[in-house]
């Protein structure tokens, strides 16, 4: 069964720092590509960090400097460090992965989290 389940979100103070974990179980996840979206209430769900199964990092302009996407293939993880947090980074953040190299598109994606929600507070 495949399965991506997202946890670590929560509230944090602008400034702070939280550390998003994806387990990902069901497929060779270290030939995927895998995603940090996130949605914002009322808005769509946007890019916000990728690392390709060859090791290439990419992220928003918007998150660039402060978020730090890394995977752990042999535990099948994926994170996302996320420090100098601001309120605009409030939002669910999914995790998402798939066959193949990079795409910033939410509709790219193969398969997806239920996500897990950060608050942060100014």
């Known amino acids: 069964q495949v399965q991506l389940v997202e946890s670590g979100g929560g509230l944090a103070q602008a400034g702070g720092s939280l550390r998003l974990s994806c387990a990902a179980s069901?497929?060779?996840?270290?030939?995927?590509?895998m995603y940090w979206f996130r949605q914002a209430p009322g808005k769509e769900r946007t890019f916000v960090a990728a690392e390709t199964a060859g090791g290439g990092a990419y992220y928003a302009d918007s998150v660039k400097g402060r978020f730090t996407i890394s995977r752990d293939n042999g535990e099948n993880m994926v994170y996302l460090q996320m420090d100098s947090l601001k309120p605009e980074d409030t939002a669910v953040y999914y995790c998402?992965?798939?066959?193949?190299?990079?795409?910033?598109?939410?509709?790219?994606?193969?398969?997806w989290g239920k996500g897990t929600l950060v608050t942060v507070s100014s």
């Open positions: 998402g992965g798939r066959a193949g190299g990079w795409s910033g598109a939410a509709s790219a994606m193969e398969y």
């Open positions: 069901g497929r060779t996840w270290s030939m995927y590509s």
